[in-house]
């Protein structure tokens, strides 16, 4: 059945959470360790693009900010650039939760169409997030872009 499947990530990063709402919503640094900007003003009901970084902006993903409340809850919508009204976008919820001098980051990704756009989410996500982990860390990401590995 459509739009019945999700993924969950937990990660905790030794952060606060300003620097992880920023890590997330700046298009430079979501450059820096997603290889995509996204862009957006981040206001409910606006529109945001995860665009490429190798000059053309092009957007790989579009969607709406369905919540925003900085620094500790995004939502968003995902979907392909250009599909219809038909294709039922999914869901990106980043939950951003203090603790001390951690951060626990929850990424729920929902409403996927099916087993195999899970598992490729998965994959996609545990690249992503193990990335922001290390430059929000370190202050680099890691040597190599991790979404690239066979």
């Not at 820096?32 to 970084?53: K, P």
């Not at 490729?120 to 190599?144: C, D, H, M, Y």
């Amino acid at each position: 059945m459509a739009g019945t499947f999700e993924f969950v990530y937990v990660t905790y990063i030794r952060s606060d959470p300003e620097k992880i709402w920023t890590a997330l919503t700046d298009p430079g640094q979501t450059a820096a360790f997603w290889g995509h900007s996204n862009v957006s003003d981040w206001q409910v009901g606006s529109g945001w693009e995860h665009q490429r970084t190798d000059g053309s902006r092009t957007p790989d993903v579009v969607g709406t900010v369905v919540e925003s409340a900085p620094p500790t809850r995004l939502v968003t919508t995902w979907a392909e650039p250009g599909v219809g009204p038909e294709v039922k976008p999914s869901r990106v919820t980043f939950g951003i939760e203090p603790y001390g001098e951690i951060v626990r980051l929850t990424v729920t990704h929902q409403d996927l169409a099916d087993e195999a756009e899970r598992d490729a989410t998965a994959g996609g996500w545990a690249a992503v997030l193990s990335n922001l982990k290390t430059f929000i860390e370190t202050g680099r990401p890691l040597p190599q872009e991790p979404w690239t590995m066979p």
